[in-house]
Protein backbone atom coordinates (compact mmCIF):
# COMPACT_ATOMS: atom_id res chain seq x y z
CA UNK A 1 0.00 0.00 0.00
CA UNK A 2 1.10 3.51 -0.54
CA UNK A 3 0.97 5.73 2.70
CA UNK A 4 0.60 9.86 3.04
CA UNK A 5 0.48 11.01 6.52
CA UNK A 6 -0.91 14.31 7.35
CA UNK A 7 -1.66 16.71 9.96
CA UNK A 8 1.54 17.81 11.21
CA UNK A 9 1.60 21.40 12.63
CA UNK A 10 3.57 23.51 15.83
CA UNK A 11 1.62 23.51 18.90
CA UNK A 12 2.54 24.93 22.26
CA UNK A 13 3.42 22.07 25.35
CA UNK A 14 0.16 21.21 27.02
CA UNK A 15 -2.09 21.04 23.22
CA UNK A 16 -3.17 18.62 20.95
CA UNK A 17 -2.30 17.55 17.18
CA UNK A 18 -4.06 14.83 15.59
CA UNK A 19 -2.24 13.10 12.14
CA UNK A 20 -3.98 11.21 9.81
CA UNK A 21 -2.38 8.39 7.53
CA UNK A 22 -4.34 7.52 4.19
CA UNK A 23 -3.92 4.71 2.29
CA UNK A 24 -4.17 3.99 -1.24
CA UNK A 25 -4.41 0.15 -2.38
CA UNK A 26 -6.88 -2.80 -1.49
CA UNK A 27 -7.87 -4.64 2.12
CA UNK A 28 -6.08 -1.76 4.07
CA UNK A 29 -8.12 -2.60 6.98
CA UNK A 30 -5.95 -6.39 7.40
CA UNK A 31 -2.72 -4.21 8.05
CA UNK A 32 -0.75 -3.46 11.20
CA UNK A 33 -0.16 -0.18 10.60
CA UNK A 34 2.17 1.75 13.04
CA UNK A 35 3.46 5.31 13.64
CA UNK A 36 6.98 6.10 14.16
CA UNK A 37 9.11 9.26 14.99
CA UNK A 38 12.38 10.55 13.87
CA UNK A 39 13.73 13.78 15.68
CA UNK A 40 17.11 15.53 14.48
CA UNK A 41 20.27 13.57 15.81
CA UNK A 42 17.95 10.40 16.72
CA UNK A 43 17.19 7.20 15.46
CA UNK A 44 13.38 6.44 14.49
CA UNK A 45 11.97 4.60 17.22
CA UNK A 46 8.23 3.55 17.74
CA UNK A 47 5.30 5.47 19.06
CA UNK A 48 2.14 3.33 18.37
CA UNK A 49 0.71 0.93 16.38
CA UNK A 50 -2.89 -0.56 15.73
CA UNK A 51 -3.78 -4.13 14.36
CA UNK A 52 -6.83 -5.29 12.30
CA UNK A 53 -8.68 -6.42 15.51
CA UNK A 54 -8.11 -3.03 16.66
CA UNK A 55 -5.58 -4.29 19.03
CA UNK A 56 -2.70 -1.15 20.19
CA UNK A 57 0.86 -0.79 21.67
CA UNK A 58 1.97 2.62 22.72
CA UNK A 59 5.70 3.14 23.74
CA UNK A 60 5.65 4.08 27.49
CA UNK A 61 6.57 7.49 26.88
CA UNK A 62 3.44 8.55 24.76
CA UNK A 63 1.09 5.98 27.25
CA UNK A 64 -2.08 7.84 28.30
CA UNK A 65 -1.31 11.15 26.07
CA UNK A 66 -1.74 9.62 22.47
CA UNK A 67 -4.17 7.54 21.13
CA UNK A 68 -4.15 5.31 17.49
CA UNK A 69 -7.18 4.57 16.02
CA UNK A 70 -8.23 3.16 12.59
CA UNK A 71 -11.55 4.25 10.00
CA UNK A 72 -11.34 1.15 7.68
CA UNK A 73 -13.76 2.71 5.84
CA UNK A 74 -11.70 5.70 5.17
CA UNK A 75 -8.45 3.87 4.87
CA UNK A 76 -6.96 5.95 7.90
CA UNK A 77 -5.10 5.68 10.88
CA UNK A 78 -5.00 8.66 13.28
CA UNK A 79 -2.78 9.61 16.07
CA UNK A 80 -4.34 11.37 18.44
CA UNK A 81 -1.81 13.51 20.47
CA UNK A 82 -2.49 15.17 24.01
CA UNK A 83 -0.64 17.20 27.05
CA UNK A 84 2.23 17.14 23.87
CA UNK A 85 5.76 18.02 24.94
CA UNK A 86 8.42 19.63 23.60
CA UNK A 87 10.67 16.21 23.63
CA UNK A 88 7.58 14.92 21.25
CA UNK A 89 9.24 17.34 18.65
CA UNK A 90 9.98 15.16 15.76
CA UNK A 91 9.34 14.17 12.06
CA UNK A 92 6.33 11.59 12.79
CA UNK A 93 6.29 8.76 9.75
CA UNK A 94 3.28 6.60 9.26
CA UNK A 95 3.73 2.76 8.16
CA UNK A 96 2.30 -0.47 7.33
CA UNK A 97 2.23 -4.40 7.08
CA UNK A 98 0.45 -7.03 6.78
CA UNK A 99 0.75 -8.60 9.99
CA UNK A 100 -1.66 -9.84 12.94
CA UNK A 101 1.44 -8.99 15.40
CA UNK A 102 1.61 -5.84 17.09
CA UNK A 103 5.74 -4.79 16.15
CA UNK A 104 7.21 -2.22 17.58
CA UNK A 105 10.19 -2.91 15.31
CA UNK A 106 11.05 -0.40 12.14
CA UNK A 107 12.20 -3.80 10.09
CA UNK A 108 8.86 -5.66 10.41
CA UNK A 109 7.20 -2.76 8.70
CA UNK A 110 7.02 -3.00 4.63
CA UNK A 111 5.45 0.26 3.09
CA UNK A 112 6.41 3.77 4.81
CA UNK A 113 4.76 7.12 4.13
CA UNK A 114 6.45 10.35 3.93
CA UNK A 115 7.00 11.71 7.33
CA UNK A 116 5.09 15.17 8.64
CA UNK A 117 6.58 17.64 11.06
CA UNK A 118 5.45 18.13 14.65
CA UNK A 119 6.76 20.71 16.39
CA UNK A 120 6.20 21.36 20.10
CA UNK A 121 7.51 24.38 21.76
CA UNK A 122 7.88 25.31 25.43
Known amino acids: VQLQAFGGGSVQAGGSLRISCTAS????????TGWFRQAPGKEREFVAA???????VYVDSVKGRFTVSRDNAENTVYLQMNSLKPEDTAVYYC?????????????????WGQGTQVTVSS
Open 95 to 111: AATVSLVVSTTTSDYTD
Open 25 to 32: GRHFSNYL
Open 50 to 56: INSKRAT
